[in-house]
């Protein structure tokens, strides 16, 4: 019910170039309906009104799916990140990040094995109209760091940061 295209119309056109996980939020409620959704391409269906809490775990659920993760936390090492709850232990410990300590080790976590460059994660932190210092980045990912372990974190001179496998 988009002006011009279908959502399904949408969808064909996206999967023809990426592979990015979608969500249809919809009034269509017809079961014929949700199956042509899914059998179209779309990893979940969401019939409008909604929870807004169900919205968000099943996000939840699409990121993790996407990163290979079938729970809902990442491991890294002796290193446990709850998604869903956006706490932090180590060897059972429970530790305790900043929200933007938390999002960088999220992201980083999330992309494990690949660099990500210093942009994608200032991207990722700050909206355009955030006017950040250079070295808060530098500052955030000392401080989980100190607090998760030196060794967690590696810096690429001249790429970004990464969790290595």
């Not at 969808?11 to 996980?21: E, G, N, S, Y």
Request: hydrophobic share 40%; proline share 4%.
């Amino acid at each position: 019910m988009l002006p011009g295209l279908d959502g399904w119309t949408v969808l064909d056109r996206l999967r023809q170039k990426k592979q990015t996980p979608v969500l249809m939020l919809t009034a269509r409620d017809a079961p014929k309906d949700r199956v042509r959704g899914l059998d179209t391409g779309a990893d979940d269906y969401l019939v409008k009104p909604f929870d807004l809490s169900e919205l968000l775990a099943r996000l939840r659920a699409l990121i993790r799916r996407a990163a290979g993760q079938a729970r809902p936390g990442l491991e890294v090492r002796d290193v446990f990140i709850d998604t869903r709850a956006r706490s932090v232990t180590r060897a059972g410990l429970p530790v305790t990040l900043t929200a933007r300590e938390y999002a960088i080790l999220e992201y980083l976590a999330l992309h494990r094995g690949d660099v990500v460059s210093r942009t994608a994660l200032y991207e990722h932190l700050f909206d355009e109209s955030d006017d950040t210092l250079s070295n808060l980045l530098d500052v955030h990912v000392f401080s989980i760091r100190k607090k998760l372990g030196h060794d967690l974190i590696a810096t690429r001179r001249g790429q970004g940061y990464c969790i290595e496998n």
